[in-house]
């Protein structure tokens, strides 16, 4: 069984949300919302709402749940190999959180990343905050699948 070292994750992730956004493909610029599936059982939620505005630039800004994007890029996630391979996605955000994911909960987290494709007219993916994979429900990561429509 391979075990990756715990610091390697929030490393790697670290590292994309510090270099430049990517430009994004003219079909992605503009705002998209939806509803997210939470996919973690120590949450009551069933879903929160994400809304994402993606600029020619590669900055993004939005909501998930209850808590803004700051400093949310756009980046390309793989390339030909990778695709050839389905390993990721296309596309991804990485960005951090201003407030609560789910306030009702008492759910914050620092950071999210939000990887996706584009099919059918639709960003189709998920989100996975930052925290950890196994321990206290306080400290794990929340995850969740969406698909999201232009508005």
């Known amino acids: 069984m391979l075990v990756r070292p715990p610091i390697l994750a929030p490393l790697l992730a670290g590292l994309a949300a510090c ?14 919302a939806g509803d997210a599936r939470v996919i973690v059982a120590f949450c ?9 505005d993606i600029r020619a630039d590669g ?14 890029a756009y ?9 050839k ?3 990721a996605t296309d596309h991804i955000v990485t960005g951090r959180l201003d407030g609560p994911l789910i306030a ?16 059918f007219g639709r960003l189709d993916g998920g989100f996975h905050s930052s ?21």
Request: no cysteine.
């Open 131 to 151: 925290g950890a994979h196994i321990g206290p429900p306080s400290t794990m990561k929340v995850s969740g699948t969406f698909a999201l429509a232009r508005e």
């Open 104 to 119: 009702a909960e008492n759910v914050a987290r620092r950071a999210i990343d939000l990887p996706f494709d584009l099919r």
């Open 44 to 52: 009551e939620a069933d879903s929160i709402p994400v809304r994402l």
């Open 75 to 83: 980046h390309e996630n793989r390339g030909a190999f990778g695709r």
């Open 19 to 32: 270099s430049a956004p990517d430009v994004p493909p003219p079909e992605l610029v503009g705002a998209w």
């Open 59 to 72: 900055t993004v800004t939005g909501s998930v749940g209850d808590a803004t994007l700051v400093d949310a």
């Open 85 to 87: 391979l389905k390993i």
